[in-house]
């Protein structure tokens, strides 16, 4: 009995080994949506362009989606203790200042 219980245990013990528990997953979600959160607005404002100006934007807006998916993988394989961090410091990440 013992051993189905262990086995049944280990998958999630890996799982909540694996994010740590630190908040740094929530963190970098929220700052890949601020930048994601950029982009739509550059994505809207294009919407009102023509031309190249418009095809710049839209580059902008793609390459904006990209640092912050760029942004999110840095600050989960950073593994920050993002519980422990001020609301500034957490608004600092975010916003990449």
């Known amino acids: 009995m013992r051993n189905i219980w262990v086995g049944a245990l280990a998958p999630a013990l890996l799982l909540l080994a694996a994010c740590g528990g630190k908040g740094d997953d929530k963190l970098g979600d929220q700052a890949e949506q601020a930048m994601e959160n950029k982009?739509?607005?550059?994505?809207?404002?294009?919407?009102?362009?023509?031309?190249p100006a418009a095809d710049m934007m839209e580059a902008n807006a793609e390459a904006t989606r990209e640092a912050g998916d760029a942004r999110e993988e840095a600050i989960d394989d950073a593994d920050v203790n993002a519980d422990a961090m001020t609301g500034a410091e957490k608004n600092a990440v975010i916003n990449g200042h």
């Open 39 to 51: 982009a739509d607005a550059m994505d809207a404002a294009a919407d009102n362009l023509s031309g």
